[in-house]
């Protein structure tokens, strides 16, 4: 199996940045690609971006284009990192951020971080 766990949530005033981490562990050779998404309250969970567990092909949703970059660090066999740096950030980016995973076994984001809360004030 494969634990997520996230961190670097906070509140910050619109323009501002904040940068998210997800630390994976575990059996982290069945992930295929890694994930953020981010749910608002009242909305669906939408994805905001992915990547390869080696860290290219990455992906944005058009609404974070050109403002977050996620990126990959692999540290040693066991453990694998995923940021999200988020740059000029708006009131809309406002959301519970989930880091998520894919199995090379699956297509499916199986595995799953608890969320992290960005919230941007106006």
């Known amino acids: 199996q494969v634990q997520l766990v996230e961190s670097g949530g906070g509140l910050v005033q619109a323009g501002g940045s904040l940068r998210l981490s997800c630390a994976a562990s575990g059996n982290i050779f069945i992930i295929n690609r890694m994930a953020w998404f981010r749910q608002a309250p009242g909305k669906q969970r939408e994805l905001v971006a992915d990547i390869a567990r080696v860290g290219h092909s990455p992906i944005y949703a058009d609404s974070v284009k050109g403002r977050f970059t996620i990126s990959t660090i692999s540290r040693d066999n066991a453990k694998n990192t995923v940021l999200l740096e988020m740059n000029s950030l708006k009131p809309e980016d406002t959301a519970v951020y989930f880091c998520?995973?894919?199995?090379?076994?699956?297509?499916?984001?199986?595995?799953w971080g608890q969320g992290t809360q960005v919230t941007v004030s106006s």
């Open positions: 998520a995973a894919s199995s090379i076994l699956t297509t499916t984001y199986d595995f």
